[in-house]
């Protein structure tokens, strides 16, 4: 009989995370074991300091597990070199950080096309990156540096960045955490037609009730562990 179940995009298996200080030992992850499926739009819920982003930053291949083991789109990470790391989350992974990460001598049209041009996309990157900030409100801003951005505007640059190449998995640290309720709403809507559309997987970290009734997963993560794994809202099942 053929296996019709589709393969993991991630795959993790007995994670942990110690970050170690001279004598002290913070344990950010404990043992953590997670499927994440092609399509799922899943949220990360818990308290701060629960290991949230942590668990993003080593999904997304910028941090590596003390112990454990993990597959990303088919990838060992263990066995990738730092190169082959950096290609993979150059292709395949796009990345919404608390901290924005933009550019700061770049405009917000420019910081959109730079991940495309590091892509080898042509000509065509200035009208990818220009039709993402008009869905995101941004088109009268796109001539504008970060440091003339609120920080709402510049989270939704940096949404734009991660999602204009069409990766297969965004990894989204607190994507609406300086988002009004109309914006908010806004980018959570585009980023479900990108799901829906564009097969486009999302992982969310989060303490937004409002992003949590957008997902169709919603993970707890305490102390390092997943203590709840369950269906998110049923309204936000794909029509």
């Known amino acids: 009989m053929t296996n019709t179940f589709p393969e993991p995009l991630v795959?993790?298996?007995?994670?942990?995370?110690?970050?170690?200080?001279?004598?002290?030992e913070t344990?950010?992850?404990?043992?953590?074991?997670?499927?994440?499926y092609p399509g799922e739009f899943t949220a990360v819920v818990g308290p701060s300091g629960g290991g949230k982003t942590t668990l993003l930053n080593i999904i997304g291949a910028?941090?590596?597990?003390?112990?454990?083991?993990?597959?990303i789109l088919g990838h060992d990470l263990r066995r990738l070199s730092r190169r082959a790391r950096a290609e993979l989350r150059l292709r395949e992974l796009g990345f919404v950080f608390q901290a924005f990460n933009l550019m700061p001598v770049l405009t917000a049209q420019e910081n959109v096309e730079f991940v495309l041009e590091l892509q080898g996309?042509?000509?065509?990157?200035?009208?990818?990156?220009?039709?993402?900030?008009?869905?995101?409100?941004?088109?009268?801003l796109a001539g504008r540096r970060p440091g003339e951005l609120s920080g709402g505007q510049q989270q939704r640059v940096a949404v734009a960045r991660a999602v204009a190449s069409l990766p297969r998995l965004v990894l989204a640290d607190e994507p609406t955490a300086n988002l009004d309720g109309d914006n908010a709403e806004l980018l959570l809507?585009?980023?479900?037609?990108?799901?829906?559309?564009?097969?486009?997987?999302f992982l969310f970290s989060t303490h937004d009730p409002r992003v949590v009734a957008h997902a169709r997963r919603v993970l707890t993560l305490v102390d390092g562990r997943i203590t709840g794994d369950a269906e998110g809202n049923p309204q936000a099942v794909r029509g």
């Open 11 to 24: 795959a993790a298996r007995g994670l942990t995370k110690v970050y170690r200080s001279g004598t002290v």
């Open 27 to 36: 344990q950010a992850l404990r043992g953590i074991d997670l499927a994440l």
């Open 62 to 71: 910028l941090d590596s597990p003390t112990e454990g083991e993990l597959h």
């Open 121 to 140: 996309v042509g000509q065509e990157r200035v009208g990818r990156a220009r039709q993402v900030l008009e869905q995101l409100g941004l088109a009268e």
């Open 189 to 201: 809507t585009m980023m479900r037609e990108l799901n829906e559309k564009k097969k486009i997987t």
